[in-house]
């Protein structure tokens, strides 16, 4: 799972710039590729370590069994998404499109740091719905590997954020650099939510998701909206406050559930 979102991930960063004369169907073109290879490379995986054989069928018992979970779990991960999604719109509308170019930025990074959560919780939902009995076991060790790999990823991208912005230009640098230091620093709590989720999905919590994410999402969204003003520092405030919400409904919910 690390390796295909990470394969996806950088896949999705270096197609735009061959298709940036497209506008903005090339970054949707650049989007779907980026899943296709990834998608591709699983199917390879499979084929090749299991002896997959891909053979399409559909069995409406299993699609009907199935159709709650994936409807629950759709809803709730476009109300999760919603503030990366709306946030660039209302910065633009506000304060200015080359903010939001400065936030895009800064987000790509940070998602570099918030997809190691992310690909270790979902480890974490597949081996805690097998062996459901051991769920304590693979939480104690996904918060192991999650802790191992992103603290130092947060300390290097916060000392060194600045010189990596450099990249882009200085003006990246210099609008950008305490808003990816917020946003990096949010990883933390990130990396509780993604877990938390994981363990809503085992013990079939749909509802809560959808609930836990509607709340968090108002929040950040709100707290945007009010901070704004105060450019990406701002939105930052209310990214970050928004995240640690959640992180502490989770928190209380884990303990409960476990």
């Known amino acids: 799972m690390l390796i295909k979102s990470t394969i996806s991930s950088i896949a999705k960063l270096i197609l735009p710039i061959f298709l940036v004369a497209l506008g903005a169907y090339g970054i949707v073109v650049s989007m779907g590729i980026a899943m296709a290879i990834a998608f591709l490379f699983s199917l390879i995986f499979l084929i090749s370590r299991f002896n997959y054989l891909p053979k399409p069928i559909i069995d409406r018992s299993i699609v009907k069994k199935m159709t709650k979970f994936s409807l629950g779990n759709y809803i709730a991960r476009y109300i999760g998404e919603l503030p990366a999604t709306v946030l660039p719109i209302l910065i633009t509308n506000s ?15 940070a ?37 191992i790999v992103i603290i130092p990823a947060i300390i290097i991208i916060s000392i060194f954020g600045n010189y990596i912005l450099l990249a882009f230009g200085k003006e990246y640098s210099s609008e950008g650099v305490i808003f990816l230091q917020i946003l990096t620093i949010s990883g933390i709590f990130l990396s509780i939510n993604h877990i938390g989720n994981s363990i809503f999905y085992i013990k079939n919590r749909i509802k809560l998701i959808i609930l836990v994410n509607f709340i968090g999402a108002s929040i950040v969204l709100s707290l945007s909206i009010i901070f704004i003003h105060n450019n990406l520092l701002g939105i930052g405030v209310g990214w970050m406050l928004g995240q640690g919400i959640i992180s502490v409904i989770y928190s209380l919910f884990i303990k409960k559930l476990l």
Not at 95 to 109: E, T
């Open 95 to 109: 304060i200015g499109a080359k903010f939001s170019a400065y936030f895009y930025m800064d987000m790509i990074i």
């Open 111 to 147: 998602s570099l740091i918030y997809i190691i959560p992310l690909s270790i919780s979902r480890s974490l939902f597949a081996e805690g719905s097998y062996i459901e009995t051991e769920l304590k076991v693979q939480l104690k060790k996904a918060i192991k590997i999650i802790s």
